[in-house]
């Protein structure tokens, strides 16, 4: 089946380290993106990618870097200095041109010790 | 960017109950979705609307881009319409980015 796959879905680290979430999608769409979501908060744009080898920063993102290398692959690396990193992170994807709905993956939760 | 405003926040209904949800934009859009955050996190399309009215089952949409507002209605809502309802919108001109909005949380009760 068609879709957006995140992982791991649960992830713990201890504060100084590096994490890395991982997002594939085999919808064949152009635009992924990252978005941040704290408790009882709206979702807030990280980072985005319109195509391959090419991405632009959203509102938040400091302490994040990402990486376009593939049409199907936007990983997202959380750094040591993201102060709050401790979130539920969610990739999307979409179709470019006029029209592209956004589809999501299923999240993935991580916790800062 | 574009302020989108939900409300409202919070809604509580009884089982069978019918409710109106608005969004509200502060600029023209090119798109808009509703979506609803189930209560493991994972974000469900409801409906692309950037104008028009549009139904699926119990659910219904409609945005009004002229007066920059959206609606979702929601009939005869069931205890599985729990979750957070979020409106998201775009402008082509500011990068292709989605907007969200803090969304509306509904708690459907038996």
């Known amino acids: 089946d068609g879709g957006i796959t995140q992982s791991p879905k649960y992830l713990f680290r201890k504060e100084g380290q590096n994490v890395t979430l991982s997002c594939e999608q085999n919808?064949?769409?152009?635009?992924m993106y990252w978005y941040r979501q704290d408790p009882g908060q709206g979702l807030r744009l990280i980072y985005y990618?319109?195509?391959?080898?090419?991405?632009q920063k959203g509102d938040i993102a400091e302490g994040y870097s990402v990486s376009r290398e593939k049409k199907e692959s936007f990983p997202l690396t959380v750094t040591s200095a993201q102060k709050n990193p401790t979130a539920f992170y969610l990739c999307?994807?979409?179709?470019?041109?006029?029209?592209?709905?956004?589809?999501f993956g299923e999240g993935s939760r991580l916790t800062v010790l | 960017g574009i302020q989108v405003e939900q409300s409202p926040p919070d809604l509580i209904l009884q089982e069978g109950a019918n409710s109106t949800l608005r969004c509200n934009f502060s600029?023209?859009?090119?798109?808009l979705q509703w979506f609803h955050q189930n209560p493991w996190g994972q974000l469900i399309n409801l409906f692309y609307?950037?104008?028009g009215t549009k139904q699926n089952g119990r659910l219904s949409a409609t945005t009004v881009a002229t007066e920059r507002y959206s609606l979702l209605y929601i009939s005869s809502s069931q205890t599985t319409d729990s979750g957070v309802y979020f409106c998201?919108?775009?402008?082509?001109?500011?990068?292709?980015?989605?907007?969200f909005g803090t969304g509306t949380s509904l708690t459907v009760i038996p």
């Open positions: 609307i950037p104008s």
């Open positions: 998201a919108v775009e402008r082509r001109d500011t990068g292709n980015q989605f907007y």
């Open positions: 999307a994807s979409r179709r470019q041109g006029r029209t592209g709905e956004l589809f």
């Open positions: 919808l064949n769409h152009d635009a």
């Open positions: 990618s319109q195509i391959v080898n090419d991405f």
């Open positions: 600029d023209s859009v090119n798109n």
